[in-house]
């Protein structure tokens, strides 16, 4: 109880930093307008007989590229019922980033500046901060969330654009996704000594599981899949991204079952980071 | 300057020719496999498994013919892809196909046998039914078009002969009722007679339709030789035998064989009046038809069936990419009559048929065409050019919802489709500074925190 009472405060002390930084703000207005681009683009492909993709420099540059990388039918699914699904892809990209980034930024400067270390010779413990790190990271993952969703559905009934469900269950997978990418992030800088290093760590995983991900699902040729094949049947257990692509549209068709494992899948796998988080603090101590 | 300019020219001149001249691809001799795959709406094109591609694939339960032969392959840049010359060597091998499981265990031994293809008219006016036939069967199918063709000959000599008398009858018949009419006697009988000639000379002179265009769709496709493939889904190995007994170097292949899912799937159709001969297909059950209303669109129901995109981009053309993740939507026929309920959000409710219409070029200098409802009397002679239902857009709708509905008892799944009409050119510029939304509210929590820093101060 103590340990939650802890965990509660410190949060709310960091939400209330994240929220006075200006860089919050800006992130999400870049994100919001990513969305908006996108949209607007997508209304100027249309014409008499459909969309014509070659109308719009964006869209003929992104046609091409998830053409090129995941093949024309994906492409064709993602933009089956309009723009909504491809916003869900683009738009929050500049605020996840910059979560994580400040999520594990911010938690090696703590400990480099021994904040984590008062912490645990006070009242409380490196547990209580790290359930701290994650409230912040979901406080501003559902302020992304709300935002983009509330924003690009007035922006799609604007414009007479369509509205499916997909849309809403993209962002919420999404957040679950952050939950385990965030507790990720929050085990490996318990590994490292400071902020630096724990970003590179972090980067070079994220980095490893998305391009694992993303070339298993592509295009490829049977060689570089066969090549990739035994890294991806181990990798993808402890892959968030595996997770999200389990329930997201189009990578999936499995409908409501492919979501609750997705959910289920990126939930578990946030606890066993958060749980080994613990353990490796346990075990280093808190100067370690 | 000009003994430059010379030196220049000259110099260009020799470096011209080997520059100018075609550059010819290089070509390589090789043991390919010669596919005529099913592709689950024909036997299309064609296409071959060449030495450095490792595996074939065939859609399953249909026939699939295979033939092993030494020709020559080469990369043709333009298209990006490889293609086979048998012009200059095509050399078929003597022996036979055999199949293996993943195991190595022989499966089927398949022996060399002649073949062909062709497609009926089908259930449906429009949708053809496709049959292959070997050995026997299919030099029965081809004996029988052959004796159509004769027959059919032999009627076109009688008819030419008929026309040729009934001429030459005619001809006599007006030079005598001028000789009457020239000495001012009465001809009206043999005018009479002469109108029912040139009647029957109309008559025989109306093309007679051959009797396999009556039967087929696509008449049967000369014979030839090949091993028929018709497996249940799953992984194989392939490998050519020969009369020695030796298997054939470069023969050995693997052979997936994999079936469709989720069969008789509704997609549509749309054909813009604008540009009618070139239709967008709406195939994702519950995806969204945009249109700029600017035309009419001609709707018309197919049934689809889901594939692997990477195994049928292959069965297709062997070496081709695709993603082994996703499946694709692929047209397999099309359903009997329907009919589909257009509802839209101005309260309109109708019911739309299909029509057949004929695309008309506009007269005068003016560029374009309009299409006009088929009529049999008007347009006799010609076919229909687009047979589908015609849904016009009304000023003020902005979403329409498609129904198709077949016949009562129909087993077709009926999902809806959706039309937005969207204006491309519309901004929304309310929408665009709502974006700017967050830095609104930073500013807010600016000038809060400074009064409050100042009031404390």
Not at chain 1, 79 to 105: N, Q, Y
Request: some cysteine.
């Amino acid at each position: 109880m103590k340990s939650l009472n802890a965990s509660r405060l410190i949060a709310g002390i960091k939400i209330k930093d994240v929220f006075l930084s200006p860089a919050t703000y800006i992130l999400l207005t870049i994100s919001l307008l990513t969305a908006y681009v996108y949209i607007q683009g997508f209304v100027r492909t249309i014409e008499g007989d459909g969309i014509n993709l070659a109308l719009h420099p964006l869209y003929t540059m992104t046609g091409k590229f998830l053409t090129g990388l995941l093949g024309e039918e994906f492409l064709k699914r993602l933009l089956a019922s309009g723009p909504g699904l491809l916003t869900t892809f683009t738009a929050p990209l500049p605020f996840l980033l910059f979560i994580l980034i400040h999520s594990v930024l911010s938690r090696g400067l703590d400990r480099e500046n021994r904040v984590v270390e008062l912490i645990a010779y006070g009242p409380s413990n490196e547990t209580a901060y790290n359930i701290a790190s994650l409230i912040t990271d979901l406080c501003l993952a559902g302020l992304m969330i709300v935002s983009l969703t509330l924003f690009s559905l007035t922006v799609l009934v604007s414009f007479n654009l369509a509205v499916r469900i997909h849309f809403v269950a993209n962002y919420l997978l999404q957040f679950f996704m952050l939950f385990s990418l965030s507790a990720l992030g929050i085990f490996l800088s318990t590994m490292m000594k400071n902020a630096l290093s724990a970003l590179f760590s972090y980067s070079t995983v994220l980095l490893g599981l998305v391009v694992l991900e993303v070339l298993f699902y592509s295009v490829t040729a049977d060689t570089v899949r066969s090549i990739l094949l035994p890294f991806h049947l181990i990798l993808r257990w402890i892959s968030p991204f595996y997770y999200f692509r389990l329930g997201a549209v189009p990578f999936s068709s499995s409908g409501t079952l492919g979501l609750f494992f997705s959910i289920l899948g990126n939930t578990a796998l946030g606890a066993l980071f958060l749980f080994s988080a613990s353990l490796t603090a346990k075990k280093k101590g808190v100067r370690g | 300057m000009r003994r430059r300019a010379s030196l220049i020219l000259s110099t260009v001149l020799i470096l011209l020719p080997p520059i100018l001249s075609a550059d010819v691809p290089e070509r390589f001799e090789q043991v390919i496999y010669s596919i005529r795959p099913f592709d689950g709406v024909e036997y299309g094109k064609g296409t071959f498994c060449r030495e450095e591609s490792d595996t074939i694939f065939l859609l399953s339960g249909v026939d699939n013919f295979l033939s092993v032969r030494k020709t020559f392959v080469y990369f043709w840049p333009l298209t990006g892809v490889w293609e086979p010359d048998t012009g200059l060597l095509n050399h078929t091998f003597n022996g036979r196909l055999e199949i293996l499981n993943r195991k190595g265990k022989r499966i089927d031994v398949l022996e060399n046998t002649e073949y062909t293809y062709f497609s009926k008219k089908g259930r449906y006016a429009l949708a053809p039914e496709w049959f292959a036939l070997s050995g026997e069967a299919a030099t029965a199918e081809l004996d029988s078009v052959e004796r159509m063709f004769r027959e059919h000959q032999t009627t076109l000599n009688i008819q030419r002969e008929k026309r040729a008398q009934v001429q030459e009858a005619l001809d006599s018949l007006t030079s005598v009722i001028i000789e009457l009419r020239n000495k001012g006697e009465e001809s009206e009988e043999l005018v009479q007679v002469a109108r029912e000639y040139q009647k029957i000379l109309a008559e025989l002179e109306k093309p007679i339709t051959p009797p396999w265009e009556k039967l087929y769709e696509d008449p049967p496709a000369p014979l030839q030789n090949g091993f028929v493939v018709n497996l249940p889904p799953g992984d194989y190995r392939l490998q050519f035998v020969s009369d020695d007994g030796s298997i054939l170097e470069g023969s050995e292949k693997n052979l997936r064989v994999f079936g469709t899912s989720r069969r008789n799937l509704t997609g549509i159709d749309i054909k813009p009046g604008i540009k009618w001969n070139r239709p967008v297909q709406s195939a994702i059950p519950g995806s969204v038809i945009y249109t700029d209303g600017s035309t009419d669109l001609y709707i018309k129901p197919y049934l689809q069936a889901e594939v692997n995109e990477y195994y049928y981009n292959n069965l297709v053309r062997n070496g081709s990419r695709g993603n082994i993740n996703q499946v694709k939507l692929v047209k397999t026929g099309e359903p009997g009559e329907y009919s589909i309920l257009v509802r839209s959000d101005r309260g309109r409710i109708e019911e739309i048929e299909e029509g057949s219409y004929i695309v008309r070029q506009s007269e005068g200098g003016s560029l374009g065409f309009t299409i006009v409802p088929y009529e049999k009397e008007v347009h006799g002679g010609m076919k229909p050019h687009l047979s589908a239902a015609h849904l016009s857009i009304l000023p003020g709708e902005k979403k329409i919802f498609l129904e198709v509905r077949a016949p009562e008892g129909g087993d077709q799944p009926l999902p809806a489709r959706e039309i937005r009409i969207v204006n491309p050119n519309q901004t929304s510029v309310f929408t665009a500074f709502s974006a700017l939304f967050p830095l609104a509210v930073y500013l807010v929590l600016l000038i809060l925190r400074s009064k409050k820093e100042r009031k404390n101060a």
